[in-house]
């Protein structure tokens, strides 16, 4: 049903991350050993390299103390390891360890299925196009206002 909405960028780009979220957990199902979201943090630490609890929290755009239940899980399963950070009593490194390194690809796979199905019917150029246009939106969003 086509509403107002359907033309307000944010909706849009909300609405597409919603079912995207969706598509991925259905896709993922029986073929990951991970949430989405434990996905998400394992990618970043792969992408980023270790980094401490609070980096991931704010990487994440969650709170230190979700962050940490995540990390409780993930840790029991062997996904990432923990260690103090020397000269910080309080703060603890985090790394992706080789099982979770080893588990990225699958999900990955996932990923770029869920791309296809959501990019079909679209030429090969507007695909391109569209990546483009959404990675200068993003460079706008993360630069600083007025910048």
């Known amino acids: 049903m086509a509403t107002p909405y359907d033309k ?12 995207m979220s969706t598509e991925f957990d259905r896709r993922a199902r029986g073929r990951l050993e991970l949430s989405r979201a434990q996905c998400r943090l394992a990618l970043y630490l ?13 990487t994440l755009d969650v709170t230190p103390m979700t962050v940490a239940r995540m990390l409780d ?3 029991e399963g062997g996904w990432v390891t923990r260690m ?4 910080d009593r309080r703060a603890l ?13 699958e999900a ?13 019917g679209l030429t090969e150029a507007e695909q ?7 990675q200068r939106v993003r460079n706008n969003m993360a630069a600083p206002e007025g910048g």
Do not use: C, H, K, Y
Request: hydrophobic share 50%; glycine share 10%.
């Open 84 to 87: 103090p950070v020397p000269g």
């Open 93 to 105: 490194r985090v790394e992706a360890t080789a099982r979770a390194e080893s588990m990225l690809a």
């Open 108 to 120: 990955l796979n996932v990923g770029d299925e869920l791309a296809d199905f959501a990019l079909r």
């Open 128 to 134: 391109s196009q569209l990546i483009g246009l959404l």
């Open 73 to 75: 899980r993930m840790q």
């Open 8 to 19: 307000r960028f944010g909706f849009l780009v909300s609405d597409i991350g919603r079912l």
């Open 46 to 58: 792969s992408f980023l390299g270790p980094m401490t609890q609070a980096q991931l929290a704010e």
